[in-house]
T-cell receptor, first 114, second 113 residues
Framework: DADVTQTPRNRITKTGKRIMLECSQT?????MYWYRQDPGLGLRLIYY???????NKGEISDGYSVSRQAQAKFSLSLESAIPNQTALYFC?????????????FGPGTRLTVL | SQKIEQNSEALNIQEGKTATLTCNYT??????LQWYRQDPGRGPVFLLL?????KEKRKERLKVTFDTTLKQSLFHITASQPADSATYLC????????????FGSGTRLLVRP
């Protein structure tokens, strides 16, 4: 079984709809992240959480919100989707090995907003 | 402003040759740098980490160098194989208390049989 899972894997929605992307991990990591990936722009950080009570904005948090329901679950919501939120979304968890962070990514969710 | 640059053009090489990918950065002083591999439609997978006080790191056919004076990392794949075809991302730590990684946009490698 995959260590980091994301649902759904693909989603097509319309402008103005509310969308939730879910992420679950079985690695026992405290830190979880949401990124979006656009062609030519690489991975950009949306939100991150270091534990259930800690939520932090990344560089592109506008238009998004998150919920850390448990250590293993971190959800990303688009309250009112817009076309420029069409992208590939990745959840990741971190294994802090000493003073470094190796990130483990989920398989991604391809979101299309029409 | 802080910037990470990877060659946006695909690198196209013949099987058996050495592939060399470049990661340049400006206005950072990272404590370490990581390389990830990403296949189409999948999440990145960690390959190697190199610290600021290390010049070179090896793992099987992979070699990474880190020159903090030039602000550059080179990623080499020796004896390349078609299965090495993928996009390779470099990532730097953001040296504050946030423990975040900043990713480059990646370079696509194509290895021809």
């Amino acid at each position: 079984d995959a260590d980091v899972t994301q649902t759904p894997r693909n989603r097509i929605t319309k402008t103005g709809k509310r969308i939730m992307l879910e992420c679950s991990q079985t690695k026992g990591h405290d830190r979880m992240y949401w990124y979006r990936q656009d062609p030519g722009l690489g991975l950009r950080l949306i939100y991150y959480s270091f534990d259930v009570k800690d939520i932090n904005k990344g560089e592109i948090s506008d238009g998004y919100s998150v919920s850390r329901q448990a250590q293993a679950k971190f959800s990303l919501s688009l309250e009112s989707a817009i076309p420029n939120q069409t992208a590939l979304y990745f959840c990741a968890t971190t294994s802090q090995q000493g003073d470094t962070d190796t990130q483990y990514f989920g398989p991604g969710t391809r979101l299309t907003v029409l | 402003s802080q910037k990470i640059e990877q060659n946006s053009e695909a690198l196209n090489i013949q099987e058996g040759k050495t592939a060399t990918l470049t990661c340049n950065y400006t206005n950072y002083s990272p404590a370490y740098l990581q390389w990830y591999r990403q296949d189409p439609g999948r999440g990145p997978v960690f390959l190697l980490l190199i610290r600021e006080n290390e010049k070179e790191k090896r793992k099987e056919r992979l070699k990474v160098t880190f020159d903090t004076t030039l602000k550059q990392s080179l990623f080499h794949i020796t004896a390349s194989q078609p299965a090495d075809s993928a996009t390779y991302l470099c990532a730097l730590d953001e040296r504050d208390s946030s423990y975040k990684l900043i990713f480059g946009s990646g370079t696509r490698l194509l290895v021809r049989p």
